[in-house]
């Protein structure tokens, strides 16, 4: 089956300790991106890539770090977490980066930072 | 303030009457998409809109982009319980004349939609 798969759905640390959350994607998407999303203020965008070793920033990318060593994978990791990264995450990606190809998304992490 | 911006911010419909979603842009839009999301799983992409005046129909969702485009509706049609969840228009950053980055996809805050039964 066709997806973006997120792991791990929930997730409760502490201020300071690096956690990493993964995405994989198994329909050879060239595109991959990490949105965050909190009430009132919607989806926003924290990283993109538009193919291997290519990354970007979004919107809202301070705090954070991703990499893209292969097409399939593309982790979010917070090196020092703080309470105002607290969250839900998507992961998304599509066949490519132009606006024929819609973005798929994986069920998301709910990230708690206490 | 957002770039994209949705209302109503929250809907509650009896089941069976139609309704209408609006997502207004401040700038052209050169690509318009709609997802929709039950509460904490991801994103489920519905239509996506390119040309002004283009509308597109999938069961009882039709969505327009207006001639302008700088407004999307999204319409339902005989709403059912099924339909109950956030809405999200989303849209590619327009960035130059003639060009766009995809990389810059926003999106709007959501609209909350409940059907009762």
């Known amino acids: 089956e066709a997806q973006v798969t997120q792991n791990p759905r929930y997730l409760i640390t502490v201020t300071g300790k690096k956690l990493t959350v993964t995405c994989s994607q198994n329909?050879?998407?060239?595109?991959m991106s990490w949105y965050r999303q909190d009430p009132g203020l919607g989806l926003r965008q924290i990283y993109y890539?538009?193919?291997?070793?290519?990354?970007d920033k979004g919107d809202v990318p301070e705090g954070y770090k991703v990499s893209r060593k292969e097409k399939r994978n593309f982790p979010l990791i917070l090196e020092s977490p703080s309470p105002n990264q607290t969250s839900l995450y998507f992961c998304?990606?599509?066949?490519?980066?132009?606006?024929?190809?819609?973005?798929?998304f994986g069920n998301g992490t709910r990230l708690t930072v206490t | 303030s957002q770039e994209l911006e949705q209302s109503p911010q929250s809907l509650i419909v009896q089941e069976g009457k139609n309704l209408t979603i609006n997502c207004t842009s401040s700038?052209?839009?050169?690509?318009l998409y709609w997802y929709k999301q039950k509460y904490g799983e991801g994103l489920i992409f519905l239509m996506m809109?390119?040309?002004?005046?283009e509308e597109k129909s999938h069961e009882k969702i039709t969505a327009k982009l207006d001639e302008k485009k700088q407004q999307s509706s999204l319409h339902i049609t005989a709403s059912q319980p099924s339909h109950a969840g956030i809405y999200l228009c989303?849209?590619?950053?327009?960035?130059?004349?003639?060009?766009?980055?995809?990389?810059?996809?926003?999106f709007g805050q959501g609209t909350i939609l409940t059907v009762h039964p």
């Open positions: 998304a990606s599509s066949r490519k980066p132009d606006r024929d190809s819609p973005l798929h």
């Open positions: 329909m050879n998407h060239e595109y």
């Open positions: 890539s538009m193919n291997v070793e290519v990354t």
């Open positions: 700038k052209t839009l050169y690509g």
């Open positions: 989303g849209a590619d950053r327009f960035i130059s004349a003639g060009g766009t980055s995809y990389g810059k996809l926003t």
């Open positions: 809109l390119q040309k002004g005046g």
